[in-house]
């Protein structure tokens, strides 16, 4: 798709909870049309793609992505590091490369729309579990890849804000961000958020745990799992859709706190995260362990926090998630 789905014509997300249509409440399904696998990323089209090229002054590019094996050990249990074999062929004229044990959300990462179901409703659309399967196209990762991800970035420094009014953000806990604070920093930033931008939020986290932990604090985090984030509650979900956000990257492990808060309303759900409600209900692709820290420097510098991001999932029949490959350019 190249033109973009006009944002004025969304419905709230009041709106979306007193759905009568027969759709699950608090869900988008249908609202980008019928069969539909990108979600929010239809808030992006032609005109987005012109309109941030214009943010573009200084030429001057960040790569957004960390290094394959950055996060050794892995953050998640359930995940090992990338093997990368090299290969000499044509008495060693030609070199070749191998990847083994590529988990492809093992460091920076987009999860797709098939990373999440919820517990009662399904995949994003009412997609059937048995067509979520290797090599099937429902919701995979391709679709991203073949509309691919440009527009305009807008990033959040939380880390900066909260630390120039005295409250740094306590890195080594699972402190939860809310909707006031992402309002405030907006508001310090003087950032005008609009519909189908790429929202960043800079924690610091990433970075922290690269270059901060020891090795032994490293290998807990698998088993700790406590890191900064976006609190799990409605404000939350009512925050992000209705500014209508293409898509919600952080530097930390998975957008929202964790553990959850005890508050947390989404009792259904696995650790009662709302993953589920943000990837299966609203179809909203999350990124997670972005490289923030040098564009959150350089934005800080020259006071300007909007930026031509672009992004090109692998394009991957059927994949869950893919590494970013994602760029600001200001």
Known sequence: MLT?????????????LDRQDGQPPGSSWGVFGPDDHLGSLNLLGQDEARAAAGLVRRGTVFSLDYEANAFTPPVSPNRRPVQHTMLSRHDGCVRDDRLDDYYLQVSSQID?????????HGFYGGVTDD???????ALGIQHAAAKGIVGRGVLL????????IGQP???RSAEAIDTRTLDD???????????????LIHTGWARHAIEELTTEEKSALSTTRQFCGLRQSSETLAWIWDHHFSMVATDTVAVEVMPSVPDSPFHGNVGRMIHPELIALLGIHLGELWRLHELAADCAADGVYEFLLTAKPLNILGGVGSPPNALAIK
């Open 4 to 16: 973009s789905v006009d944002a004025m014509s969304l419905p709230t997300y009041s709106q979306l």
């Open 112 to 120: 797709g729309l098939r990373h999440h179901r919820h517990p009662v």
């Open 131 to 137: 067509s979520i399967a290797v090599g099937s196209p």
């Open 157 to 164: 420094d939380v880390a900066r804000h909260l630390a120039a």
């Open 169 to 171: 953000l306590d890195l």
């Open 185 to 199: 920093v907006a508001a310090a930033q003087n950032v005008d958020l609009q519909a189908g931008d790429i929202l």
